[in-house]
C-alpha cells in the first residue's frame, strides 16, 4: 500500500523559512517522479514543483528562486525548502508520487504552512 507521509509544516513569519519532508513508503521510489502541490482556501490545487528519477526540476514560476525541491532515493524521502515565504504562500501542500510508466499519481493528506505576522 503506498503511502505518502509530510511534515514540517507550521506558522512562520513573512520572510521567513520551513523545510518540508515526505516519506515515502509501499512503491519502489526510483520508478516515481515526486511532487509537491499546494492547494489555498477557496482555491485550486495547483504545482508547486517536481523531480523527476533522474533529479531533473520543474517549478511554478511564483516560487522559482525561493523553493527548491529534493530527493534522497536511499531513504525514499523528498524535500521542500521553502525561503522567503509570503503570505500568499499559505495552504496545505501536498505530496505527490507519480509512476513515470502507468503515470498512477499517490497523494499524502497534506501539511498545513502559514506564513502570517
Known amino acids: 500500500q503506498v503511502q505518502l507521509m509530510e511534515s514540517g509544516g507550521g506558522l512562520v513569519q513573512p520572510g521567513g523559512s520551513l523545510r518540508l519532508s515526505c516519506a515515502a513508503s509501499?512503491?519502489?521510489?526510483?520508478?516515481?517522479?515526486m511532487g509537491w502541490y499546494r492547494q489555498a482556501p477557496g482555491k485550486q490545487r495547483e504545482l508547486v514543483a517536481t523531480i523527476t528519477r533522474g533529479g531533473g526540476t520543474n517549478y511554478a514560476d511564483s516560487v522559482k528562486g525561493r523553493f527548491s525541491i529534493s530527493r534522497d532515493n536511499a531513504n525514499a524521502m523528498v524535500y521542500l525548502e521553502m525561503n522567503s515565504l509570503k503570505p500568499e504562500d499559505t495552504a496545505v501542500y501536498y505530496c505527490?508520487?507519480?509512476?513515470?510508466?502507468?503515470?498512477?499519481?499517490?497523494w499524502g493528506k497534506g501539511t498545513l504552512v502559514t506564513v502570517s505576522s
Open positions: 505527490n508520487s507519480r509512476h513515470t510508466e502507468t503515470l498512477m499519481d499517490n
Open positions: 509501499g512503491i519502489i521510489f526510483e520508478f516515481y517522479s
